[in-house]
């Protein structure tokens, strides 16, 4: 309980912060990027998610990923329902991690489950954290406050 009631403490102190609020629209940017990156190379992620047990509607899913990436790094990155969002996104993640970049080794030469991993881990810190004071729902809080 006495470690609940530090992280909330550490949380209510730290909300200011413009270096988290940085690094939230970095890790918003990380996942627009990459759902450019999957929107290019539909077809490398659809052989990709075939490779693994989600065989059936490889297809579907590698455009929902896409598309889960694009909505989701914008709203995370302009701190825009940024638990929803990430909610959304935390299931990609999690499958990226166990499933498609262990598969492949996780100490070749350029895996990528350590950035997967870095990722994975910030959105859940961001998860807990939320939006900060420099996002647009602060925005549209103080805006239906004064209204």
């Known amino acids: 309980m006495e470690l609940i009631r530090k992280t909330s403490t550490w949380r209510v102190e730290h909300q200011e912060s413009k270096i988290l609020a940085g690094l939230r629209i970095v890790l918003g940017l990380i996942l627009l990027f990459q759902g450019i990156h999957f ?52 299931p990609i993640l999690i499958g990226a991690v166990l499933f498609s970049h262990t598969a492949r080794g996780v100490y070749t030469v350029y895996s990528e489950f350590w950035f997967a991993l870095v990722v994975l881990l910030l959105m859940c810190f961001f998860l807990y954290y939320g939006s900060g004071v420099y996002s647009l729902d602060t925005v549209l809080r103080r805006k239906r406050f004064y209204e």
């Open 39 to 90: 929107i290019q190379n539909t077809g490398e992620v659809q052989s990709m998610l075939s490779n693994t047990r989600f065989e059936f509607g490889a297809m579907t899913m590698a455009h929902l990923i896409a598309l889960f990436h694009l909505a989701g790094g914008v709203m995370v990155a302009s701190g825009f329902l940024t638990r929803l969002a990430l909610l959304f996104q935390l």
